[in-house]
């Protein structure tokens, strides 16, 4: 293994020292100053300084994802995003937690360029070599509550990836191979072009790639086994379209995601393995109209496409088919006002939900409506405004939340925060209530006589800290307090028909630190989370039984590390690795039919990355890595009592970057 590693390095130097040009590279450009004082507008929808806008915030820029070595979005949020997890959930699907609570159904929202991506039929989100990373411009994350600004999905995490944008003319062509010895991990072609002048700007981005879960062999809850390889394919297809002409914006992103598993829900299925899509269509058309320097009006119309959880399972053992069909139309205005010292937002937003039944000739095993007719359909209104006032000793903020829905009636949730930010020091009190909508397809999977869904309501307490340190180090640390209230589980009745309903409480409180450092040759970024579960009596799917502090599937302990040093002008080299603490999880049935739960010991994760900035000319860049170098025996638990076995993750890989600037 060390004879391969080094063998790597030498010749990935060789070509660096071969053809490399002595010019100044740009990993490293960010100072401490500068990121401690990034301009974000998750958390208002307006640009806010990142030291004093209200929430928990991480910020990971296109300097990040150069330095990291990171192939995908998990490998990201691994290292770079305290408190985030991942664990399957059933056919195929990867999820995603947060501070050790399952939010993959409805809890957190996904955006890409402010477009709401959750599915419709369960707000969820799939997972692995989905979402390039080679043409994001920056990813802004909220550890905690948006509702108050985003309403619906957005109770314990709200996620915004920024795509390349088209201020300047140029592009970019890129592509990645890792390799894990059997077959490829991931092996994706990106390209960007960008069109600039005075009033129009372009920019035309997409990318093509495959991949795959695992080459291992996944081991079902009935304890039977079948190797992964070749049986858990991933294709991923994007195009995003940007267009600006003076103050009208154009957005426009296919997502065409598909995905061969054989895991299924409890038992692994037999035969040739199942192919599922995810496909998704979104636009969005927006007008800015500057009433004045402090005042401005943005009207806009989006409209949404889905056919998400697409599967045909037809055989002795199983007879599922879902072809169903989402649609959303949407349309609002938002204000923004600023003076000296206050700054006001608010706006009002209009949505039609559809999900429709595929057409008589392809409803053999599907899924009928209850309500007789071959469509759900549900309108919603919303209205939101949030005041901050800036004096000498804090910042005051409060805002709230207003949603009415024709199906589940109404919901209010407000917040208020404190923040301020110092030379050298900055603090942040927040407390915040989320409420999640039960649409899509929940309403129709309801046991025999019972009462409507209702909205889950969330309360949230935050605390931060920040400190700026000598040898420009730069530390944060927070405290939370989240729960949930009328928590809408998933379960079966005797004939094994699923369902939904709402249950009891659930809930976390722990702490989250941050350490950054930023040298002229090193770059550091440290991250811990912490979370316990508070103790209730009806989250039994979730807990741990005889372990009050545990939820299922997720370590209440993480450690993540990322470490840059740059050699020289043209070569820099990147180390990442994660703890991962011990975890519960039930993994299979024992001879006696009764549930077996699992205590899965700690595990580390290593990284290696070689960057070289320029290769035969200007523009050109690559570099070469290793993930999972130690071969850790990384797997997706489920988190929650769900009957499904550990789904196996990538082992040891190897692969390159190559990307062309111009």
Request: charge should be neutral; charged fraction near 20%; include cysteine.
């Amino acid at each position: 293994m060390r004879k391969l590693i080094l063998s790597l390095f030498a010749f990935a130097s060789s070509i660096a020292f071969a053809f490399g040009q002595n010019d100044s590279i740009d990993m490293f450009s960010l100072s401490l100053e500068d990121l401690m004082n990034i301009q974000i507008s998750i958390s208002t929808k307006t640009s806010s300084n990142i030291r004093e806008t209200p929430g928990i915030l991480t910020v990971i820029t296109k300097e990040d994802i150069n330095a990291s070595g990171a192939r995908d979005i998990i490998d990201l949020f691994q290292i770079y995003v305290p408190g985030f997890s991942f664990g399957v959930d059933v056919e195929g699907v990867v999820g995603m937690g947060i501070r050790g609570l399952w939010t993959h159904e409805g809890k957190h929202l996904f955006m890409v360029d402010g477009q709401e991506f959750n599915d419709g039929m369960f707000a969820t989100i799939p997972f692995g070599n989905h979402f390039p990373l080679e043409n994001i411009d920056r990813i802004e994350i909220i550890r905690g509550s948006g509702s108050a600004i985003y309403g619906k999905f957005a109770g314990a995490g709200v996620v915004n990836i920024i795509t390349r944008g088209n201020t300047t003319s140029g592009g970019q062509l890129s592509y990645l191979s890792y390799h894990t010895g059997q077959q490829f991990s991931h092996n994706n072609l990106s390209f960007a072009s960008n069109i600039s002048n005075e009033d129009l700007k372009i920019c035309l981005s997409g990318t093509y790639g495959t991949g795959t879960r695992s080459d291992r062999n996944y081991v079902d809850y009935f304890g039977e086994s079948r190797s992964m390889k070749n049986a858990s394919d991933i294709y991923t297809k994007q195009l995003n379209l940007k267009v600006d002409y003076k103050n009208i914006n154009f957005l426009s992103l296919v997502d065409n995601y598909t995905y061969t598993q054989i895991d299924m829900w409890d038992k692994f299925y037999p035969g040739p393995p199942l192919t599922e899509e995810f496909k998704s269509y979104f636009a969005q058309f927006s007008y800015n109209i500057n009433i004045s320097e402090r005042f401005q009006l943005i009207p806009k119309i989006n409209y949404k496409w889905q056919q998400p959880w697409k599967l045909s399972a037809i055989n002795s053992e199983n007879e599922y088919n879902n072809n169903k069909k989402y649609s959303k139309y949407s349309g609002g205005i938002s204000a923004n006002y600023t003076n000296k010292n206050t700054l006001i937002s608010g706006g009002v937003e209009l949505a039609l939900d559809n999900l429709k039944l595929p057409s008589l000739s392809d409803t053999l095993f599907e899924e009928t409506f209850k309500n007789g007719k071959d469509y759900l359909s549900y309108s919603n209104f919303a209205s939101y405004g949030q005041v901050q006032y800036n004096s000498k000793y804090a910042n005051f903020i409060a805002g709230a939340r207003y949603d009415y829905s024709s199906e589940f009636g109404d919901a209010f949730v407000p917040r208020f925060g404190l923040t301020k930010a110092y030379e050298k020091f900055h603090f942040k009190a927040m407390i915040s209530q989320s409420f999640r909508v039960p649409g899509g397809i929940l309403p129709n999977r309801l046991p025999e006589n019972s009462n409507p869904l209702e909205p889950e309501i969330g309360t949230n307490f935050e605390f931060e800290l920040g400190f700026i340190l000598p040898y420009k180090s730069y530390i944060t640390v927070n405290a939370f307090d989240v729960s949930f209230d009328k928590v809408i589980i998933y379960g079966k009745d005797t004939s094994g028909v699923g369902f939904y309903k709402n249950q009891g409480k659930i809930g976390t409180q722990g702490i989250e630190l941050e350490i950054k450092q930023v040298l002229n040759k090193i770059n550091t970024t440290v991250n811990f989370a912490y979370y316990k579960r508070k103790h209730s009596e009806t989250d039994s799917l979730f807990s741990v039984p005889l372990n009050s502090s545990y939820f299922l599937g997720f370590s209440p302990i993480r450690i993540n590390a990322v470490i840059n040093y740059q050699i020289n002008n043209n070569y820099s080299l990147g180390l990442s690795g994660s703890y991962f603490g011990k975890y519960y999880t039930y993994t299979m049935l024992d001879s006696q039919g009764k549930d077996i739960l699992s205590k899965k010991d700690p595990l580390i994760m290593l990284n290696i990355n070689f960057n070289i900035r320029r290769i035969l000319f200007n523009g050109l860049s690559a570099s070469v890595g290793i993930t999972n170098l130690l071969a850790a025996d990384f797997a997706y638990a489920q988190p929650y009592k769900g009957k499904h076995g550990l789904l196996p993750g990538q082992d040891r890989s190897f692969g390159f970057r190559l990307s062309y600037e111009y």
